[in-house]
């Protein structure tokens, strides 16, 4: 049997054992998937080894550690910086990164998106941005210290209370601060600025109605939230755990019908 987990912190609200677990079982494999609440960083291949798992998810904040550590390395996964996939191959840590992909599928129906700011800078952010310029689409990070800004060098950048251009078609929240039912991601008045010329949004935290989210209700802006990136960079990791080919449909299937969506 094979075994599985996501590790983050915090990783109570984590969907993927649901999601994860419906697919072993709905294609017959030997395995199982869990969760685990990492504290410590520096533990994390540690904790892969003594778990003797197969594979894990990487989430929040520890993408670019789990690149850090790998012995083999996904050349998307250098690019971005970060990774949330590790598999175990002949005894060596092999890193993915399937955020980006996950990110692109869930927003296909967005149209006619030309500019897009990033709220944040982590590996979430900058798998977004990368994935973003993939599309053709010009993406601006923005946030609250300098220090992060350092790793988008290839990226238009700004600090919140420096950001002078509003005319966005898509706002993307990668920050934590939703997890805090109080909290925004920046100054309201200046998200309203922004919310006033854009025509989409995006939270990464899925799972319930974020500030972030409640402020692009009220603006009247069609958002989504990331239960449909979940899924999908769900999708692609499970492929990635397995070795599995042509069944990504078959993966999906199981993982929405975990999920509850139509």
């Known amino acids: 049997m094979k075994f599985f987990c996501v590790i983050g912190n915090p990783i109570k609200h984590s969907k993927s054992p649901r999601i994860h677990n419906n697919a072993i079982e ?11 609440h990492l504290q410590d960083e520096n533990k994390l291949r540690d904790l892969f080894f003594e778990l003797k798992l197969s594979g894990a998810n990487i989430t929040l904040p520890f993408k670019e550690e789990a690149l850090r550590i790998a012995d083999v390395k ?10 949330n996939t ?11 990164n399937t955020d980006a992909t996950g990110f692109l ?19 979430t952010a900058r798998a977004i941005a990368y994935a973003l310029k993939q599309k053709g689409i010009q993406p ?6 300098k220090e992060r800004l350092i790793h988008f060098k290839e990226f238009q950048t700004s600090l919140y209370e420096d950001l002078n251009d509003f005319n966005f078609d898509f ?8 997890l805090n039912d109080e909290n925004l991601p920046c100054n309201q008045i200046l998200l309203e600025k922004i919310l006033a010329h854009t025509n989409y949004a995006f939270e990464v935290i899925y799972g319930k109605e974020t500030p972030f989210l409640k402020l ?8 989504k939230d990331g239960l449909l990136m979940l899924l999908w960079q769900g999708v692609f990791a499970f492929e990635l755990f397995f070795n599995l080919k042509n069944k990504q449909e078959k993966i999906k299937t199981a ?8």
């Open 26 to 36: 709905f294609l017959g494999l030997d395995g199982i998937y869990t969760r685990y």
């Open 74 to 83: 996904d050349k998307f996964a250098q690019e971005i910086g970060s990774a």
């Open 86 to 96: 590790l598999v175990l191959k002949d005894d060596k840590l092999h890193a993915y």
């Open 105 to 123: 599928k869930a927003i296909e129906d967005f149209k006619n998106v030309k500019k897009a700011l990033i709220l944040g800078a982590g590996g």
């Open 140 to 145: 601006c990070i923005a946030n609250r210290s």
């Open 171 to 178: 706002i993307i929240n990668t920050t934590s601060a939703g």
């Open 216 to 223: 692009c209700k009220q603006n009247k802006v069609e958002y």
């Open 255 to 262: 993982m929405l019908q975990a999920l509850n969506l139509k």
